[in-house]
């Protein structure tokens, strides 16, 4: 038994606690008339046996068809790990809407539907808009080295299928380069198909780079980064995308969406940190 409670100093929670194990204890006759523990002979007595077997005792409980998948898509997203705290559970993932059999949307999680001729174009021209609205890319006091090299990068992506880059720490591989795909994608008016998945060897570094470069990209673009990590999901708004996520996500992703339909890049970043998740990049960096 769990007996939690809230005070304005640890001792007073404490105490508060324990109070509540004691009423507990007595209501089950586990103490005396002077609210002491049992001796071990007292234990011994049939009503005592009986209530322990009662207590260990199996329920059975009939669990309907509907939570059962629920359970099941929800685990599916967030393998089982006691060493992790406990989930935030995300409504997209816990819907029961979806139909087994359906694709995943690789950057919403939910079920994917293609993008219409129309929406895609409506939505190409909000975010040129969006783009515009923002002012120059990056001041000159905030270059970084990658940047010179933009347009042999993008160049390199567009007529590679895989593309490894080397470049030194801080050089802004991890943060300039997904932005730098968006960029080129929105400013040659389509920006919806630009869904870029970029994985992280760690969960904290996942998050940590999609708060950067959304703070980098400003608050009317702030949306459309993301992340997802085992227990803990912000995923982007579709079309436009930036998703960082761990490997072990993205293997996910991939058994509820083998093809990737609706991801235009996959970005495996630190693949030099070789492990069985990260041996077959679609485009990584060192």
């Known amino acids: 038994m769990t007996f939690a409670a809230k005070g304005r100093r640890k001792v007073e929670a404490e105490n508060k606690a324990a109070a509540l194990a004691c009423q507990k204890l007595k209501s ?4 005396d008339k002077n609210n002491n523990p049992l001796s071990h002979a ?7 046996r009986e209530l322990g077997e009662n207590q260990r005792r199996p329920c059975h409980i009939k669990v309907p068809e509907a939570t059962l998948r629920k359970i099941e898509n929800y685990l599916n997203h967030y393998p089982v790990d006691s060493r992790e705290s406990r989930p935030r559970i995300a409504d997209d993932m816990m819907n029961l809407s979806k139909e087994s059999g359906a694709i995943s949307d690789a950057i919403t999680g939910k079920t994917y539907t293609p993008m219409s001729e129309g929406e895609e174009v409506r939505l190409s021209q909000n975010l040129l808009a969006l783009w515009k609205r923002r002012g120059s890319s990056w001041p000159e006091s905030h270059q970084l080295p990658v940047d010179p090299h933009k347009d042999t990068i993008l160049s390199a992506i567009e007529q590679n299928p895989v593309v490894v880059i080397a470049g030194d720490t801080g050089c802004g591989k991890t943060t300039r380069i997904p932005q730098l795909l968006l960029e080129r994608y929105i400013l040659e008016g389509r920006g919806a198909r630009c869904n870029v998945v970029i994985t992280q060897p760690r969960r904290i570094s996942a998050i940590s780079v999609a708060q950067r470069v959304a703070q980098e990209l400003g608050p009317n673009m702030r949306k459309n980064v993301g992340y997802q990590v085992r227990l803990e999901s912000k995923p982007p708004a579709r079309g436009g995308a930036l998703l960082f996520c761990t490997v072990g996500i993205l293997l996910r992703k991939l058994q509820g969406n083998p093809s990737l339909e609706g991801v235009s890049h996959v970005i495996v970043d630190e693949v030099h940190e070789r492990d069985v998740n990260t041996e ?5 960096w060192s």
């Open 42 to 48: 007292m234990y011994n007595m049939t009503s005592l």
């Open 28 to 31: 089950l006759g586990l103490v």
């Open 280 to 284: 077959t990049p679609t485009c990584a």
